[in-house]
C-alpha cells in the first residue's frame, strides 16, 4: 500500500487517480444530460474545490459558465463549526441554475450556510455536485444531487483536499493512517 506523509501524518492511499476520473465523468455525463440547453453556473468552492471543478468542467460538453466563492471551516484534521465567508458571491444569480461544486460535504455546515446565501439572490435552481460525501459525519438534510464517491468518516488529502494547507497536489486520495 503506497503511502506518503503530510505534515506530521502518514496517509495510506485510498482512492486512485483513475477511480477519480470515472466518478468525476459519472457526475459530468449525469450534468450534461439534465442541463442541456441551460447555460448552467458552476460555483466551486475554494480552496478545496478547484481541481475537482476544473476535471468536472472540462468533461462538461454543453455550453455553462464558472465562479468560484471561499468558504472556510476546517482547522487541522477537525471542522471548526464556524464558517467564515472569504469571498462571497459576485455573480447576479437571477435566472441561473446555479450548481455548487464541492470536493468534500462532511458535517454539511459549510454548504447549509452556501444554499441559505445562493438562494437568496433569485436563482432558478440550486443544485449540489460534491466529489466526496461523509454520511456518517453529515449533520443536515440538504439533497446531494450529484456525487463522486460516498467515504466513511476518515480524514482525506489529495486531489485538491489538504491537510493545514498541504497535499492538495496529490492525483490520487489518500486517507490518515497514523500519527508519528
Ligand atoms: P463541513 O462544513 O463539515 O461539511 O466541511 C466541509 C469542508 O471541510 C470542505 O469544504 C473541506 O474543505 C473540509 N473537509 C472536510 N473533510 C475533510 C477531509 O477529510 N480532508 C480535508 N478537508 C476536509
Ligand atoms: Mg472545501
Known amino acids: 500500500m503506497t503511502q ?3 505534515r506530521d501524518l ?11 476520473d470515472s466518478a468525476v465523468q459519472r457526475v459530468a455525463d449525469a450534468i450534461n444530460r439534465d442541463y442541456a440547453g441551460k447555460n448552467p453556473l458552476l460555483l466551486a468552492i475554494l480552496n478545496g474545490a478547484f481541481i475537482f471543478a476544473s ?20 482547522s ?12 462571497g458571491v459576485e455573480e ?3 435566472g441561473r441554475h446555479v450548481i455548487i461544486v464541492e470536493d468534500i460535504v462532511d458535517t454539511g ?16 435552481d440550486v443544485k449540489v455536485a460534491c466529489f466526496c460525501f461523509k454520511q456518517e459525519a453529515f ?24 491537510y493545514n494547507g498541504q497535499g ?13
Do not use: W
Open 4 to 6: 506518503v506523509q503530510v
Open 10 to 20: 502518514i496517509f495510506e492511499k485510498f482512492i486512485t487517480a483513475a477511480e477519480i
Open 55 to 74: 476535471d468536472l468542467m472540462r468533461k462538461i460538453t454543453i455550453p455553462c459558465e464558472i465562479s468560484f466563492v471561499k468558504y472556510a471551516s476546517y
Open 76 to 87: 487541522g484534521t477537525a471542522t471548526t463549526g464556524k464558517v467564515r465567508e472569504l469571498i
Open 92 to 94: 447576479g444569480l437571477n
Open 109 to 124: 455546515i459549510t454548504m447549509e450556510e452556501l444554499l441559505k446565501e445562493i438562494h437568496g439572490k433569485g436563482p432558478v
Open 139 to 162: 449533520k443536515k438534510s440538504f439533497p446531494i444531487n450529484y456525487l463522486g464517491m460516498s467515504i466513511p468518516n476518515d480524514f482525506i488529502v489529495g486531489y485538491g483536499l489538504d
Open 168 to 180: 492538495r497536489n496529490l492525483p490520487d486520495i489518500y486517507k490518515v493512517k497514523k500519527e508519528i
